[in-house]
């Protein structure tokens, strides 16, 4: 089984594509059924919440209200031992990924953090992480990390305004995310930044100045573009 899931506005998706190929390369027997997908998706109207799941010879469209986000988050440094079993395909492991949030969220955090055996940061429990100090951008290739389909997007876009990009093969040390300016990248929120820390229950807000290069846009400009460049069903 696996799963993708995304925002949809009047019939746009954010890097489209990257979705199909990931139905396609965790489902061989996806591509059958991507004309009569395509097909649902382009009979919701207005913004809709979907996800498309294909196992075995069977696929399925479900199509929500959007859930309405905060696009500045409080995130939990108090990391989650990672459990998953199947982390590299997404869908297999949503039962554990929502009790570790919802943990999180009894903190009073936003979201949470997964990290190894060793305590290295792989990823959020459902997004992946960015990053951002100076003129670069870090982002987690941790051999357990499950990278959003629009993080290689978001990172060329920064890369054509002049960023550095440097991978983490071992994930992010929390005291780096701690100096960074962190974004969390998913395919339902987009990019949303980090405000805050919680570290036993008090929150730590982060700098109003921003540690990074005067040239680096903002995440609310990097959304900005994503939606611009959407894809129509």
Known sequence: MVTTSFL???????????HIDRLEAAAPTASQFHDRIIAQLREAPGSVQAAVTIENNHYNVELRPPRKLNSLVTLDTHGHRDERLHPKIKGHDIAWQNMATANSRRQGADDG????ESGQVIMAINASLLAI???TVFHSTHPRSLPSVLESTVIAYLQEQGCNAKPREQGFNINDLRSSE?????SLSGIRRVAAWLEYGSKFPVSETRPVAAFVPTF????????????QV
Do not use: C, F, P
């Open 8 to 18: 949809m506005v009047d019939g746009h998706i954010r890097n489209l594509q990257g």
């Open 113 to 116: 953090l997964l990290v190894d």
């Open 133 to 135: 100090k100076g003129d």
């Open 182 to 186: 962190v974004w969390l990248v998913d």
């Open 220 to 231: 609310s400009e990097v959304n900005d573009y994503l939606w611009s460049t959407a894809q």
